[in-house]
């Protein structure tokens, strides 16, 4: 099955300021995959080039195989997007909203009723839809948010920092039903709280200054193989790009360096990939002092991929 998200090179520029410098991922149909990184670090601008309402300076961005920058309407048909703070009519009941943002969206008459019915029920705010939005605590407004975002049933959906702002009960209630939502969509979910990310997405995609800094597969033991290579060779910045242009390596960050001898943590695919991954750097003329498997949980990778790297 072809991936529901092709992100190929993206970059977005304000003036002189790089937001987003030519960052490519994949996300494959049914995964739950985080946008992990600091305010700043290019998350929500990444989402807003992959909705439609901003135009990449460069790069080009697929969902479910259309070009969303040539074929925008038709790509949104398939979006279903809740930004961060999303805007909600504060004045309006649930249902009359609900309504208004179906139609919209395109849905029939005749058909929104039961659209509406069954996405509230799902969401559990079926005793709510006469109620006023803007008397619900901030947890059930997220879920009307959320509830707008799949009345047209996407095949995709993408939040934007979904707990923030929310109180502790709040917070897993959200995490609770985006696990529910996984089973029928196809979820991308941006925070800048490892935890967060950690506890509903199966990959994160490590963001830093714009850039792509690498990619964390998260699994029941949420941990990913890891080699850690000493290395004789320099400049250090060579033996990176020797590194990361073998397949299946993920990401490289420098450690500690004596001399011409430096230490390299690289995020790879499989274990297996050390050996290929030795001969390119003997083929290139660098020495391997040592190479050995390590397993890092996402909070001690972020913190390697990010060591090097000022905050914006």
């Not at 670090?41 to 439609?52: A, D, H, N, V, Y």
């Not at 929104?112 to 005793?127: G, K, M, N, S, Y």
């Not at 997405?201 to 000493?230: D, K, W, Y």
């Amino acid at each position: 099955m072809p991936p529901v998200i092709v992100a190929d090179r993206l970059s977005k520029r304000y003036g002189a300021h790089l937001a987003v410098d030519s960052v490519s991922f994949e996300v494959a149909a049914g995964e739950v995959m985080g946008l992990l990184g600091p305010n700043g670090s290019g998350k929500t601008t990444i989402l807003r080039m992959l909705t439609g309402y901003l135009r990449p300076s460069s790069g080009t961005v697929q969902v479910a195989g259309l070009d969303v920058t040539q074929a925008g309407p038709a790509a949104r048909r398939y979006i279903g997007y809740v930004p961060e703070d999303a805007p909600l009519y504060t004045q309006m009941r649930v249902h009359e909203f609900l309504v208004f943002m179906g139609r919209l969206k395109g849905l029939a008459r005749s058909s929104l009723h039961d659209r509406i019915t069954a996405v509230c029920q799902r969401l559990e705010l079926l005793p709510l839809l006469r109620t006023a939005i803007g008397k619900l605590s901030r947890g059930y407004r997220q879920r009307v948010a959320i509830a707008q975002a799949l009345l047209n049933n996407p095949p995709l959906l993408i939040l934007d920092e979904p707990t923030n702002g929310l109180d502790p009960r709040q917070i897993i209630e959200i995490r609770q039903l985006i696990r529910t939502l996984a089973s029928t969509q196809t979820i991308l979910v941006t925070s800048h709280i490892l935890s967060e990310i950690e506890k509903v997405a199966q990959r994160a995609a490590i963001l830093l200054n714009g850039r792509l800094l690498g990619m964390h597969v998260l699994g029941e033991s949420t941990t990913t193989p890891c080699l850690r290579l000493t290395v004789r060779g320099q400049p250090p910045a060579r033996v990176q790009a020797c590194m990361l242009a073998v397949a299946e390596v993920l990401g490289v960050s420098q450690e500690e360096t004596h001399g011409a001898v430096t230490a390299y943590l690289v995020q790879v695919q499989h274990p297996h990939v050390a050996e290929p991954l030795a001969a390119a750097l003997v083929a290139q003329g660098f020495g391997v002092l040592e190479i050995r498997t390590v397993r890092l949980d996402l909070e001690t990778v972020f913190l390697q991929l990010t060591r090097s790297e000022a905050p914006v």
